[in-house]
């Protein structure tokens, strides 16, 4: 019973949350906490996610089918974890639909986890901010279920999807998902973009403030930086999907005609 608020507190917990717990009760015998754990998971109130990592089941729930939040899964899968790319633009209520893969980034990030229906991947940190330690750049404290987890920014998220679409969905996903969002501060999305150093990402993040340029109220001298750092080749807009279309000169993209001309809005 006395460990009731720590379980109600954390839905999803680390070992070593539970042995600071315990070391604040003065219980640091040793294997009190293996054998409190083996207690709780033998009588349901604890199941296993990966190894270090465990969820709450409430009592009288069903372990195997009660729902375990992904969003604190993924959270907690490393001490440095950061909600990123598409599974931030969910978390910020901004995904166009819904994903059961779930993205981090961390500085070590782990292998692909499954658990249950979901999927948890690991993405590292871009070497620009390890380089400069600017890792922690556009990210933001948020809480859920109680309980605080790390976040990248709308502006970052933005820069993040557009450098790794394969982490982010379909282009329509990430156009209409992006485009959900109604104000972006783009001072700090090129400050971004800037310090990643990618060409080709600083381009793509140009030529979607391009296109929207009336929306989101973008300035010349937001596009004019981003239009200094582009390739001096035509790049793909996905360079692992080398996928046809068509020349933007202005940024040096081939550009897929269904993201150019937002075909996915058209009423057959």
Do not use: C
Request: glycine fraction near 8%; charge should be positive.
């Amino acid at each position: 019973m006395k460990h009731d608020a720590f379980f109600r507190k954390h839905p999803v917990f680390t070992g070593k949350e539970l042995a600071g717990h315990l070391s604040s009760l003065g219980e640091v015998r040793g294997r009190t906490q293996e054998s409190l754990l083996a207690y709780h998971r033998k009588a349901g109130r604890v199941v296993l996610v990966r190894r270090g990592l465990y969820a709450v089941i409430p009592p009288g729930a069903d372990p195997g089918s009660y729902p375990i939040d992904p969003f604190l899964v993924a959270a907690k899968l490393t001490p440095d974890a950061v909600l990123s790319h598409y599974t931030a633009l969910e978390f910020h209520g901004k995904a166009y639909s819904v994903h059961t893969h779930f993205v981090y980034s961390a500085s070590r990030p782990l292998g692909s986890l499954n658990f249950r229906a979901y999927v948890f991947r690991g993405a590292r940190f871009p070497q620009a901010l390890l380089r400069f330690g600017k890792e922690n750049f556009g990210v933001s404290a948020a809480e859920r279920s109680g309980q605080e987890l790390r976040v990248t920014t709308l502006e970052r998220t933005l820069v993040d999807v557009l450098d790794r679409p394969d982490l982010s969905g379909s282009w329509e996903e990430i156009w209409r998902s992006l485009e959900s969002v109604e104000f972006f501060d783009l001072d700090k999305v090129v400050e971004y973009a800037l310090l990643l150093g990618n060409a080709t990402t600083g381009a793509k993040v140009g030529f979607f403030l391009d296109q929207h340029r009336e929306t989101l109220m973008v300035d010349d001298r937001h596009l004019n930086m981003l239009h200094d750092m582009r390739p001096r080749q035509p790049h793909y807009l996905n360079r692992s999907k080398r996928k046809s279309g068509r020349l933007v000169s202005e940024w040096n993209l081939v550009v897929p005609s269904i993201v150019l001309e937002r075909a996915w809005g058209e009423v057959p």
